[in-house]
T-cell receptor, first 114, second 113 residues
Framework: DADVTQTPRNRITKTGKRIMLECSQT?????MYWYRQDPGLGLRLIYY???????NKGEISDGYSVSRQAQAKFSLSLESAIPNQTALYFC?????????????FGPGTRLTVL | QQQVKQSPQSLIVQKGGISIINCAYE??????FPWYQQFPGKGPALLIA?????SEKKEGRFTISFNKSAKQFSLHIMDSQPGDSATYFC????????????FGQGTELSVKP
């Protein structure tokens, strides 16, 4: 969905490096989410934000941090990347205040940690 | 703890056949059950969703069947086409979680011509 953009689309990095993945949306949605996708494990929630001042841990937040710089921007950081953080990362948004449960996903960032 | 279990992990169906993917959940407070479709290189997108007050919802060739007592729901794809080849995820949510979704493990569907 072009309304939810992620940068970079691909990234190769080394163990111990700090990495930031960025997500921007033009949908005007209040809620934003970060997931990682691994084969056989589905999509697992890392962090989610209901508004700029409300950030919550998901089921696999260890090793990650986030920042909601504005309603439209939500960044995911890996403070010290490790190989088992190699995965496909997705940002998503939803318009929950308007009664919408549907989540709209970005195109994903493929991260490889060597 | 996996609250939504999805099977099979992969599925191969001939063109024109019926594809069936199953999910089971544990939390009886869940009140929204969507299915997402993901094509290679793309993010997941909502395909169809159901709430527990109905037992079936149909949209074109796609149908969700919902069994509240068994805590199970399934996706049926009728007249499967090669263009349906994708990864499918079931999910569940409940209102007091503010729309947060719990996803199943995913099913990779391949429809052979």
């Amino acid at each position: 969905d072009a309304d939810v953009t992620q940068t970079p689309r691909n990234r190769i990095t080394k163990t111990g490096k700090r990495i930031m993945l960025e997500c921007s949306q033009t949908k005007g949605h209040d809620r934003m989410y970060w997931y990682r996708q691994d084969p056989g494990l589905g999509l697992r929630l890392i962090y989610y934000s209901f508004d700029v001042k409300d950030i919550n841990k998901g089921e696999i937040s260890d090793g990650y941090s986030v920042s909601r710089q504005a309603q439209a921007k939500f960044s995911l950081s890996l403070e010290s990347a490790i190989p088992n953080q190699t995965a496909l990362y997705f940002c998503a948004t939803s318009d929950f205040l308007a009664g919408g449960y549907e989540q709209f996903f970005g195109p994903g960032t493929r991260l490889t940690v060597l | 703890q996996q609250q939504v279990k999805q099977s099979p992990q992969s599925l191969i169906v001939q063109k024109g056949g019926i594809s069936i993917i199953n999910c089971a959940y544990e939390n009886t407070a869940f009140d929204y059950f969507p299915w997402y479709q993901q094509f290679p290189g793309k993010g997941p997108a909502l395909l169809i969703a159901i709430r527990p007050d109905v037992s079936e919802k149909k949209e074109g060739r796609f149908t969700i069947s919902f069994n509240k007592s068994a805590k199970q729901f399934s996706l049926h794809i009728m007249d499967s086409q090669p263009g349906d080849s994708a990864t499918y995820f079931c999910a569940a949510s409940h209102g007091n979680q503010g729309g947060k979704l719990i996803f199943g493990q995913g099913t990779e569907l391949s429809v052979k011509p």
